[in-house]
């Protein structure tokens, strides 16, 4: 700005200061006195103190308190609308008084919206100041000077914030937008840099400018207001952005806030237009503010490129969010299947802005661009392929930092992540089947920017920098193809593609063009061997690099390597050199060198020409000892793991290991690890060589001679194995040559000293590891003595003591490997040496060298001069070792360890290893700790865990178990005779198996089962051993607890060959009478296979009584124990002869009775005394033998001794009841018998828990004959048992209560002394003790009216403890979710409870449980029955309405909750409508109506309807303030409407409940979608009462009205049925028509011409109400109304030009019938689906069928259908239609009689169908035998329409692809409703019911049958008919259980109207009985009948059997 004018600020500050001192405003008299002031000087100064007094800095925090507040506001309330200040500003043309009153006005309003109380006196003044006179003054300022720009700036800013944006729409609407000066404001900044903090103290006119334009997007502003803004001044916003670069960093960073919170976190603002806001042009803008990238604060964090940074890389960088869509990976949007390999000119992608977007990424001169490119690609894949030409990056080599950066990004891009996501079929798991284009795949891996030729340029460069980041892009680009590759080859596996698949087939192309775009072999192959002369760093990172390349050439190009005869054995000469100690030592190039030998390695692996078998040059030695050489001298684990993978597959290729791939494992494990420095020697003086060399010499020699000459060494190995032992794994030959070596070499003095020493060491370790893996020992004893002999003194060097003594040693170590716990072991002397104590002393005090081989070194010198030392050492001397060659180098412990004999036994007792830390035991090994332990070791707990926890310390594999478990095996069988020792070994064994089972997989831990038990001799010879001791025996069992499942089928397998012999050896004992192995037979039988067990009882029924020792018994009675899992099989097979006899000499076996009572029950139905059923998993496939006619005669043959031995025994049984209960069920003789028992008292001293089952199937069979025959004592005695009683089961109470309520019922004549006895036993009792049983009575004896006195006492303590149960803590279990049941049951069948016992529970209900279904349930239902004051019904209406979750529990997504709130509240309402109906009660019910059809929105809607009857009041003035989005306030109910959801209007509209009425009855019909549909009821109301008090003003508001779709759906109620929605509709149009004719609106024309076809539709009727509009009219003309308003929709032109097109519209006609249905536009198929959906929602009456059938349109989709077999779109719509036709008699009748409908569904059925489809098929079904006329079909039919709909019916099921619960569920009651139509074919109906029963079958392996408490009531379908929305919708089956039991029970019902039984029968009869048992007698009383029913058949049947 001007100097000039900013010194006047400054200027009139000194006079401002002057006015403050002599104006002092204390209250609103001094302030309307200093305005009214004449004096206009004098004035100025007035306005000039007031706006310094009132004025409010920049993020000032107003206090309710604050002395400027209290003056504003009480000068407000004596100047109401500030009219003192406007009266001044009419009166002034000055600019700086103009300047003063705007300024002070701007202060008044920012106090007065401080807080919400003073809101009122702020919005006079708004009013006025948007009012168009004021406002032109406002915006006329803008033109006028800097300052009052500024001023007038700041008014607009506090107008729009005034009370959080509460009149922002207002302001939005009043000022002018078009005003021309706005973008010069817009530029206007403050000259000078000034002070960046101080922006928002001081804001220049642009940022005032900024905060106004950002106020209308700011998070306070709602949705509706900012989508209008961002659509009508879209330019107005973007020019915010146009400057933004050289705004300070706040301004920015506001901008950016509020955009991304404001704008993009805002749900309600479409995608589309913010990403029209946010395009190439605004995103070019924001990349600018990368210019500046340094701080501009002192404190260094305000850096503007970092905020621009993080905002684009939120809206860039995430898919789905921002300007980012969701890709397809590297699949085009628009996939072409003919041309899909050739790229698209312009190709369509989804992010064509980013696209864009990255070409103007300054990638290689700033970080965060490039970052943002990176993340733009890692997220939309799809722009990798046509980045590279947009860009044209400069990738030719060349030395300069520009090449550098962009190779090097290059590389960045190429190494993205693959998408691999986008293979799957999207929302799938599933692969697609057709691969990603060739062409994008390549640019994303080798793009076609000349790569071959760069590349090959740069590898031949001569600057080694270029060479080295070509080579570093090239292996990018490789590694990225090997990782597509691996990619493919899991998809192709996926796939099970063959070579003709298509993703191979893409394979080998990607292949085969990725070969032409690297350079050829021989460029790398140069490259790797360019001769360079640099220092040894560089060197190093050019040929890592190039062996890189070597290795990805050899992976990816196998072929091309071929071809080029490359020699990949020369890589490795310089592999040994990079290994020595010299490379050690240079730490910055160690890590290179390591790197180059994984890729040699790795190489090598890849390479099909190598073989290790190849000479190195210049030597005898081949490549094997070049790697072994590297094996034994890298200390990198992963160096170590390649290598040893490599040898392992190579030496498995050849003869040597052919047999024995396993075995190379041991061998590379036995080589020697020591590392020995130059010029050492032994004490004797013999040099001492590094024994890795010496030793792969040897080997290397040895294996060159066995490959030569194999047959040599296998006949050699053949000659040693002991042939009589088949138990011996032969090992390699090439063991074979190494004893001929070593022996030949020895004898021949060949060896050198140190060699020999090494090689022996070797052989020892390597015999010691082969053990783990015989099952035998022999050949390896042998072996090691041919060892001895080798190495025999005579053999060995004289004049080398020590070493020839050390030789022995290691001899002497292995011989003790194979006798472990047998020798006596050495003790060492009792004092140590002299000269050892001073040697340790000496290495002591050893200083720690610098050089890590210096370290390396002396430690291997220790573990030498342990092998060589003379003396015997102590523990304490091995410790004080260990603690120095630890501090040396720690690995070289295991040498150490492996070194000490085990003979003395010094690894345990040295250190202390119970204790060894987890660093210790990684260098220990589990097989030379358990060698060097003694049998005091083993016998140690601690050192068993200790070893364990060496064995598990990595993840294990199955040979590392089998090994450690075969060396524990060994000693097992070496150490029979010691008991103690092994029964320890088989813990250690125990705790491994335990361990190994769970940690591998189940695979695994069968082999290492099967591998203990039947191929360890020693385990496998115990297993089949009679004669083992007891604590043996004991140890066995516990490890066979371990390692075997008796439940498992897989491990009963495995050991059925040991469980054979078993029980083979109890047969011949029974025989012999002999039996001496019953422990061991014991064992065994735990394993054995139930028909093995089926057996042995057999042999012991068929023995005599003299063989059946006691010890045969207990064996037997074991047999029974172990089959008690599988009663159910074993009865089957066990004649009932054999179970008596078998009890007659086992009669107190718990196990057998409990067999017979199987045996007995088996022969019953099931569930016949109506208890649930035993098992979780019914077994539904023996259902058939339960009933009579499957014959079952074998009860009617038990002997009477039998019988009355029962009822002899002092103690019953659970088994003994159930015996009992069976007999008295099956032979009503037994139940007279067991009365007559009863009625003799012997049972007095039988507890009555066992005897109640019997009791009531005597009471439950018999009914009152049987109690005519009790005694009246005994009678009394057991109804006294009865009562309820402490700690009874569950099953045993609800026996009782069912007793109980028989015997009241039945016995007439001891009724009253019965139920005088139950109520004194609950009087007595507390409230909270038997509820269950209380109301269980009640609810059974409810309808029994001589005891309504009885029922009603039992009801209350019911209610009693219902109020303590919701008093207390919520959680119910079975026991309380039971009761709540039987008291909702209670309640609902009229129980008149007294109000004192209904209040308190109401009270607690509501307090306590109002989120509680269960409690509403039982509320709502007391409500109905009980007489309630009205005190009581409005303290619980007040109670509900003021809860604290009320409003949260009514707006929850639960809708079932929700409507019993609502329910709970009408009930109220309903009970004293005078008191309840009272606005304090209805206000709060405004916030959780939501105008919808749902029953909640109904059930509310009649609360208001009946407050208006019974005050006589309208509710509108409380609608005014409704809210159609809870949360969201609205001033008038024009805003309410205009906020209304336009998608959920326009849903009403489709789905049209046509069956509203306006009058208070209420409907019973449920629309489908319910809360996603408007009432229309309602929405007519309320627009009505707008259009009365606030009708649309302003073309705008008439627009934004239009939009809701509001008026469409009136246009819709004019189709209503009844005559008053229709009336007030079109009163409601035609004022509308009235106010658009007189608005000046755009789309006026376009809506009147739509008004006046409506008005021409409409023929007035000679009794007033109009008639009925047919609802293709009314559709069409509400979907032509929305396009006015909705340009965009595809529909508009159409219905537009259609309506155009004719004077009038035909209501007798199908609008846009044809031109849609055969459209042959670019959009035809969505003409297509539309106007299908046209046809489904039109469908809703007769008059609509006629109009349909005049033009055939049903013939018109059917025959569409028929040629659109594939189209599954417009099958399913058109079933829509037809579930709407099927809802209408007429047009049902019609269509089967006159277009063949059942035929052509018949046919149409017969194709494979969808779960959707197949519902929808069943639900249409279901509609034709509901509103068909039946009676005219079956007289022009003759019947043949049903056995039509039968075999549909059939194929439905038989062509489902993916059964579930509903789809059978609406089956069976299709099929119901078939079977009770009259003469329907019983044949068909068979085939139906046998389809039905199979899909059962199919779907109970998924049901939990043991959660019975589950099934409380009966489910509740959806009422047919079904209509065309949500037709397809599968409903949710919340309870698996109830489900089936309701099919079950249908099928049943229908089944039985057949003459004939089916197949199936008797299974489905079994499934209606156990339903019966599962949810009891009031849960299925059908099942009740059957069940007594099948007890009389089958005891009919059994009493037949027996005459």
């Not at 019993?1460 to 304090?1480: E, G, V």
């Not at 609008?1711 to 046209?1734: A, Q, T």
Request: hydrophobic share 40%; glycine share 4%; proline share 5%.
């Amino acid at each position: 700005m001007p100097q000039s004018k900013s010194e006047r600020p400054h200027k009139r500050a000194k006079v401002e200061q002057t006015s403050r001192k002599a104006y002092k405003f204390s209250n609103a008299i001094d302030i309307r006195r200093a305005l009214q002031n004449q004096d206009q000087n004098a004035q100025i100064e007035a306005l000039s103190a007031l706006r310094s007094n009132l004025a409010i800095k920049s993020g000032e925090t107003v206090a309710p308190q604050d002395e400027r507040l209290a003056l504003v506001v009480q000068w407000m309330e004596s100047s109401p609308g500030a009219h003192d200040i406007f009266e001044i500003w009419e009166g002034t043309n000055q600019s700086s008084n103009l300047s003063l009153l705007v300024s002070l006005l701007s202060s008044v309003l920012t106090l007065l919206s401080s807080h919400f109380p003073y809101h009122s006196h702020g919005i006079p003044i708004i009013k006025t100041l948007l009012s168009p006179k004021w406002m032109r003054k406002i915006t006329s300022y803008i033109s006028g000077s800097n300052e009052l720009i500024l001023v007038s700036l700041k008014l607009l800013n506090s107008i729009s914030h005034f009370g959080g944006g509460r009149e922002r729409k207002t302001l939005f609407e009043a000022f002018p937008w078009d005003t021309k000066t706005l973008a010069k404001v817009s530029h206007m900044r403050r000259r000078g840099k000034g002070d960046a903090e101080d922006v928002f103290a001081r804001p220049d006119i642009r940022t005032y400018y900024i905060f106004f334009i950002l106020s209308f997007i700011d998070p306070e502003t709602s949705s509706l207001v900012k989508s209008t803004f961002l659509e009508q001044q879209r330019d107005i916003f973007l020019s915010i952005f146009k400057g933004l670069s050289q705004d300070s960093y706040l301004v920015v960073r506001k901008v950016l806030e509020v955009c991304w919170v404001g704008l993009w976190s805002d749900p309600k603002v479409k995608r589309t237009m913010k990403i029209g806001l946010f395009a190439e042009v605004t995103i070019g803008h924001l990349l600018k503010l990368y210019d500046r990238p340094v701080a501009e604060n002192a404190d260094g964090d305000h850096i503007p490129a970092d905020l621009v940074h993080h905002f684009l890389l939120a809206i860039c960088t995430r898919p789905g969010l921002g300007i980012c869509f969701k890709d397809k990976g590297w699949y085009p949007r628009d996939t072409d299947v003919d041309v899909v390999d050739e790229p698209k000119k312009g190709g369509k992608i989804y992010n064509k802005i980013l696209s864009n977007i990255l070409k103007s990424l300054k990638v290689n001169e700033d970080a965060r661009q490039q970052e943002l490119a990176l993340k733009i690609l890692v997220a939309c894949p799809e722009l990798v392929a046509g980045y590279w030409p947009a860009v044209a990056l400069t990738l030719e080599p060349r030395l300069s930092s520009k090449w550098i950066a962009n190779v090097a990004f290059f590389g960045l891009v190429i190494s993205q992540p693959i998408p691999v996501s986008s293979f799957l079929i999207p929302g799938n798991n599933i692969y697609q089947p057709d691969p990603p284009p060739l062409s994008t795949i390549l640019e994303s891996i080798l793009p076609s920017v000349s790569t071959k030729m760069h590349f090959s340029k740069g590898l031949q460069s001569t600057s080694h920098l270029v060479q080295h980041c070509t080579a570093l892009a090239l292996a990018r680009c490789l590694t990225k193809l090997s990782c597509v590759f691996r990619a493919f080859q899991d998809v192709e596996s996926a796939l099970e593609e063959d070579e003709s698949g298509q993703w191979t087939r893409r394979h080998r192309e990607v292949e085969r063009e990725a070969r032409r775009r690297v350079p050829e072999f021989q460029v790398v192959v140069a490259f790797s061997q360019m001769k360079v002369d640099a220092k040894e760093v560089k060197l190093a990172l050019l040929g890592e690099s190039a062996q890189r390349l070597l290795w990805l050439y050899h992976l990816c190009f196998p072929q091309m390597v071929a071809e080029a005869r490359f020699d990949v054995g020369k890589l490795l000469q310089g592999l040994v050199d990079a290994s020595q100690d010299t490379v050690r030592e240079v730490g910055n190039v160690c890590g290179l060198h390591d790197l180059k030998q994984l890729h040699v390695l790795r190489l090598l692996q890849e390479s099909d020409q190598f073989t290790w078998s190849g000479k190195v040059a210049n030597s005898s030695n081949t490549y094997l000892h070049t790697l072994l050489k590297i094996f034994c001298a890298t200390h990198t684990k992963a160096v170590r793991n390649t290598l040893r993978s490599l040898l392992r597959k190579t030496l498995a290729e050849s003869i040597i290991f052919q047999e024995h791939p396993d075995e190379v494992d041991m061998w590379l494990d036995s080589l020697p690890t020591s590392c020995r420095g130059t010029g050492c020697e032994a004490p004797d003086g013999a040099a001492l060589t590094d024994e890795s060399d010496g030793v792969a010499t040897f080997l290397d020699d040895c294996a060159q001679r066995c490959i030569k000459t194999p047959y040599r060494y296998l006949e050699a190995l053949r000659d040693l194995l002991p042939m009589e032992n088949s138990a011996v794994d032969a090992p390699s030959p090439l063991l074979m040559t190494v004893l001929e070596q070593f022996t030949a070499k020895l004898a021949g003095k060949l060896l050198a000293a140190s060699d020999a020493l090494a090689i022996t060491g070797f052989v020892r370790r390597l015999v010691f590891k082969l053990a783990g893996k015989q099952r035998d020992l022999t050949f390896l004893r042998i072996f090691s003595g041919k060892v001895d002999d080798a190495a025999m003194p005579e053999n060995l060097f004289s004049q080398y003591a020590c070493i020839t003594a050390a030789i022995r040693r290691e001899v002497s170590i292995m011989h003790k490997c194979f006798s472990h716990f047998q020798d006596v072991r050495r003790h060492p002397e009792p004092s140590a040496s002299l000269k050892v104590d001073d040697f340790l002393t000496k290495i002591e005090g050893v200083p720690l060298p610098e050089g890590s081989n210096a370290r390396i070194h002396n430690a291997y010198e220790l573990v030498d001069w342990l092998r060589f030392v003379e003396h015997t050492l102590q523990p304490q001397d091995i410790v004080r070792l260990a603690v120095v060659v630890e501090r040396f180098h720690p690995p070289a412990l295991k040498d150490l360890f492996e070194n000490l004999h085990p003979a003395d036994s010094l690894m345990w007792e040295c250190g202390d290893l119970k204790t060894a830390s987890r660093h210790l035991l990684q260098v220990l090994s589990f097989d030379w700790m358990f060698m060097q332990s003694s049998e005091a070791d083993i016998a140690n707990k601690r050192c068993r865990e200790t070893m364990l926890e060496c064995l598990f310390l990595r993840p294990p594999t199955r040979v590392q178990m089998e090994h450690a478990v075969c060396l524990i095996a060994h000693d097992i069988c070496s150490s029979m005779e010691r008991k103690s020792l092994v029964c320890d070994l088989l813990l250690l064994l125990l705790v491994i198996m335990r361990r190994a089972l769970g940690e591998l997989s189940k695979e695994d831990g069968a082999r290492l089962k099967e591998y203990v038990l039947l191929r360890a001799p020693s385990i496998h010879g115990m297993s089949m051993s009679g004669d083992l001791p007891d604590t043996v025996q004991e140890a066995l069992c516990a490890f066979l607890d371990v390692s075997l499942d008796p439940s498992s089928e897989d491990d009963r397998t495995m050991v059925s060959a040991i469980c054979s012999y078993w029980t083979e050896c109890f047969k011949a004992s029974i025989q012999s009478g002999r039996l001496q192995t019953g422990r061991s037979i014991k064992l065994w039988l735990r394993y054995a296979n139930p028909n093995n067990l089926l057996n042995i009882i057999d042999q012991a029924c068929d023995a005599s009584n003299a063989a059946l020792t006691p010890s045969v018994l207990e064996v037997l009675e074991f047999a029974l124990d172990t089959l008690r899992g599988s009663f159910t099989c074993a009865s089957s097979r066990i004649p009932m002869s054999q179970l008596l006899k078998l009890y007659s000499v086992l009669p107190n076996s718990e196990v057998l009775e409990e067999m017979i009572a199987v045996a007995v029950t088996s022969h019953l139905p099931p569930c016949h005394d109506g208890q649930p059923p035993r098992a979780k998993t019914l077994d539904f496939s023996l259902s058939s033998r339960y009933l009579p006619s499957s014959g079952s005669s074998q009860l009617g043959i038990l002997p009477a001794d039998f019988i009355s031995r029962l009822f002899q025994k002092a103690i019953w049984t659970e088994s003994t009841s159930r015996i009992v209960s069976g007999l008295v069920y099956a032979q009503s003789g037994v139940a007279k018998e067991f009365i007559a028992w009863l009625n003799s008292e012997a049972w007095t001293t039988i507890p009555f828990e066992p005897l109640l089952p019997a009791v009531h199937g005597v009471l439950d069979s018999l009914g009152g004959d049987a109690i005519d025959l009790f005694h009246d004592t005994v009678m009394i005695a057991l109804f006294d048992r009865m009562l309820p009683q402490r700690h009874r089961p569950e099953g045993l109470r609800r026996l009782c209560i069912r007793c109980i309520c028989i015997l009241i019922k039945a016995d007439a004549t001891r009724k009253q002394q019965l139920a005088s006895l139950l109520q004194k036993n609950m009087q007595r009792l507390a409230v909270d003790q038997f509820a269950l049983e209380s109301v269980c009575i009640a609810s059974r004896l409810q309808s029994f009216s001589p005891l309504a006195d009885l029922v009603t006492e039992l009801a209350e303590r019911g209610l009693q403890w219902a109020v303590r149960h919701f008093s207390g803590p919520e959680g119910e279990d079975d026991e309380d979710r039971l009761i709540l049941a039987q008291l909702t049951n209670i309640a609902k069948k009229g129980f008149k409870a007294k109000a004192y016992f209904v209040e308190p529970l109401l009270t607690t209900i509501v307090q306590n449980r109002l989120a509680d279904t269960v409690a509403l349930d039982i509320g709502i239902a007391l409500l109905q029955c009980s007489p309630l004051k009205p005190v009581v019904v409005n303290r619980a209406l007040q109670n509900i309405l003021q809860h604290p979750q009320f409003f949260k529990l009514c707006g929850s997504e639960e809708s079932s909750r929700r409507d019993l709130i609502i329910r709970f509240i009408a009930a109220l309402f309903r009970l004293h409508p005078t008191n309840t109906c009272q606005p304090s009660h209805v206000i709060p019910l405004m916030r959780i109506y939501g105008g919808t059809i749902s029953a909640s929105d109904r059930n509310l809607l009649n609360i208001f309807r009946l407050y208006e009857a019974e005050k006589l009041t309208p509710i509108s003035s409380i609608l005014a303030k409704w809210s159609p989005s809870p949360g969201v306030s609205v001033s008038s109910p024009l805003d309410a409407v205009q906020n209304m959801d336009p998608i959920r209007m326009l849903r009403t509209c489709h789905v049209f409940p046509i069956w509203r009425r306006m009058s208070d009855e209420q409907e019973d019909e449920k629309v489908g979608l319910d809360e996603q549909v408007y009432d229309p009821l309602f929405v007519t109301l309320f627009v009505a009462q707008m259009l009365v008090h606030h009708p649309p003003a302003s073309s705008l508001e008439w627009v934004q009205t239009f939009r809701s779709n509001v008026f469409s759906l009136l246009i819709r109620c004019l189709s209503a049925k009844d005559e008053k929605i229709r009336e007030a509709s079109l009163g409601l149009l035609a004022r509308v028509w009235k106010s658009v004719e007189l608005s000046d609106m755009q789309e006026k024309q376009h809506a009147l011409y739509i008004f006046n076809l409506l008005k021409n539709l409409i023929k007035p009727s000679s009794d007033g109400p109009p008639l009925r509009l047919p609802s293709f009219a009314s559709l069409i003309l509400s979907h032509a109304l929305r396009g006015v308003f909705y340009p965009s929709n595809f529909i508009y032109p159409r219905t537009a030009r259609f309506l155009l097109q004719r004077p009038e519209l035909d209501v007798t006609d199908v609008p846009m019938l044809y031109g849609m249905l055969y459209g042959s536009s670019d959009n035809w198929k969505k003409e297509r689906g539309w106007i299908v959906r046209f046809l489904s929602d039109g469908m809703m009456s007769t008059e609509d069928w006629k109009v349909l059938k005049r033009r055939h349109t049903w013939e018109l989709l059917s025959s569409l259908v028929q040629s659109s077999v594939r189209d599954q779109a417009l099958r399913r719509a058109v079933l829509e239609v037809l579930a709407n036709l099927t809802s209408n008699v007429q047009a049902t009748t019609s269509l089967v009689l006159k277009s063949s409908l059942l035929s052509w569904i018949e046919m149409q059925v017969q194709l494979p169908q969808s779960n959707e489809d197949t519902l929808a098929w069943l639900r249409i079904l279901e509609n034709i035998l509901i509103t068909a006329n039946t009676a005219k079909l079956q007289r022009a039919t003759n019947g043949q329409w049903r056995d039509a709909l039968c075999r549909c019916l059939s194929l439905v099921l038989q062509n489902c692809s993916a059964p579930s619960l509903p789809i059978l569920q609406q089956a069976a009651r299709v099929a119901l409703r078939l079977s009770l139509a009259s003469q329907t074919s019983t044949f068909h109906l068979a085939h139906v019911f046998m389809a039905a029963i199979s899909i059962l079958e199919q779907l109970e392996p998924c049901i939990d049958f043991s959660k019975s408490s589950s099934v409380n009531g009966p489910a509740i379908p959806s009422k047919p008919p079904y209509h065309g929305h949500g037709l397809h919708i599968q409903p949710p089956v919340t309870d698996p259980l109830r489900a089936w039991g309701g099919i079950v029970e249908d099928l049943w019902q229908a089944s039985m109207t057949l003459d004939e039984k089916f197949v199936k029968w008797d299974a489905l009869t079994g499934r209606l009985l156990k339903w019966r048992g599962i949810v009891g007698e009031d849960g299925s009383p059908m099942g009740e009948w059957a069940r007594l029913e099948a007890v009389r058949v089958s005891v009919s049947s059994i009493a037949n059997c027996v005459q």
